[in-house]
């Protein structure tokens, strides 16, 4: 085969090969406007919150986990992650925003905390009672 043909059959590869992978879909997240729930129920901000990056059962599948860049944390494995003790004051500083996580913070993991103070409208108790409950909602989902 004459070196001409290898160039032209090579330069048509890589030309298919760059239109394919430009054809495929890339997913991605779109932002909703935050919905107000009730302070008092951890599972209720949970599913609201939490759901769609780490899952209905808080093992990380949600529906928009494939869009992440930062897989979402298996949340169901902080208590065997931790010695077997469910790690409450490092979970509410996460939902805080006061962690230092790489997803956190970022585009794709929103600072719960200063959330909750915008739909608290500043009431400083109300934002702890709800970090509170999603901290106590999400020790619950640990695996047994």
């Known amino acids: 085969m004459s070196t001409r043909k290898l160039t032209c059959i090579l ?13 495929e879909t890339q997913k991605t ?7 107000p729930t009730s302070a008092a ?8 919150y939490c759901a769609a990056c780490h899952g209905k059962d808080g093992k990380g599948n949600g529906p928009a986990a494939e869009a992440l860049k930062v897989p979402p944390t298996d949340l169901t494995i902080l208590s065997k992650n931790n010695g ?5 004051m490092k979970v509410s500083s996460t939902i805080r925003g006061e962690a230092n996580l ?4 970022s585009k794709e993991m929103p600072v719960w905390g200063k959330l909750f103070m915008s739909i608290s409208h500043g009431h ?3 934002v702890q ?3 509170a409950n999603l901290t106590s909602y999400i020790e619950s989902l640990q695996a047994k």
């Open 11 to 23: 330069a048509f590869l890589f030309v298919f090969a760059a239109i394919a992978g430009a054809q």
């Open 29 to 35: 997240i779109n932002p909703v406007p935050m919905k």
């Open 41 to 48: 129920s951890g599972q209720e901000m949970y599913a609201t």
């Open 84 to 88: 077997g003790k469910f790690p409450a």
């Open 102 to 105: 790489p997803a956190h913070g």
């Open 124 to 126: 400083a108790s109300e």
């Open 129 to 131: 009672q709800r970090v």
